[in-house]
């Protein structure tokens, strides 16, 4: 079994400053891990995966996520933040049997 | 990463009505998963379709409410059958391929 916490529902940064998304995952398995982002009345969009490789991976529009394992945890990060980034943000953990999904973080941009 | 067509985009059905959901992929694909995004919320698996075998239901769902066809290795369709005003949600259909999951732009269900 496999299961995905997003901590924080909204997330509010002001433009320029660094974004932090937090997911924590359990899973039986060497887990396949997810960011997605779906843009307002958009289909959602792949940000980065860890598929078991290198801990740090980097995705695209400068975001990139950390797997550590010890903390079960696989946080979204991006150092500075821009207007185009307010969306919504899916940790998703997947496996054999398809993806579980966290319940989305809410990321607001304030000018 | 493959390309997918999902079609309709939206639709507003009566209720007891049925909407048929079409997903075809630009590359032939084992798996194909359908997804249920309800009003804020986030997405939940429906069933995962294999072709040449009946599709596998998750706990919450049934063939006979969401009947799911998989003629070949690259199209699947999902039925909602006798909507009802809960059903008005957003429909997705995945694959995975090379190490990515990739997903249809979704189909936007209103029922009335």
């Known amino acids: 079994a496999q299961s995905v916490t997003q901590l924080d529902s909204h997330v509010s940064v002001s433009e320029g400053t660094p974004v932090l998304l937090r997911c924590n995952y359990s899973s039986s398995y060497s887990p396949s891990l997810f960011w997605y982002v779906q843009h307002p009345n958009k289909g959602l969009q792949l940000l980065l995966k860890?598929?078991?490789?290198?801990?740090l991976v980097k995705g695209i529009n400068g975001f990139e996520a950390e797997f550590k394992k010890s903390e079960t945890s696989f946080h979204l990060t991006k150092p500075s933040a821009h207007m185009s980034d307010a969306a919504e943000y899916f940790c998703?953990?997947?496996?054999?049997?398809?993806?579980?999904f966290g319940k989305g973080t809410h990321l607001i941009i304030q000018p | 990463s493959a390309v997918i067509s999902q079609k309709p985009s939206r639709d507003i059905c009566q209720r007891g009505t049925s909407l048929t959901i079409q997903c075809q992929v630009d590359s032939q694909v084992t798996m194909m998963f359908w997804y249920r995004q309800q009003p804020g919320q986030s997405l939940t698996l429906i069933a995962t379709a294999n072709q040449g075998s009946e599709a596998t239901y998750e706990s919450g769902f049934v063939i006979d409410k969401f009947p799911i066809s998989r003629p070949n290795l690259t199209f699947s369709t999902l039925t909602v059958s006798n909507m009802s005003p809960e059903d008005s949600s957003i429909y997705l259909c995945?694959?995975?391929?090379?190490?990515?999951?990739?997903f249809g732009s979704g189909t936007r269900l209103t029922v009335v």
């Open positions: 998703v953990v997947g496996g054999a049997d398809g993806l579980t």
């Open positions: 860890y598929t078991s490789a290198a801990t």
């Open positions: 995945s694959v995975n391929r090379g190490g990515g999951y990739t």
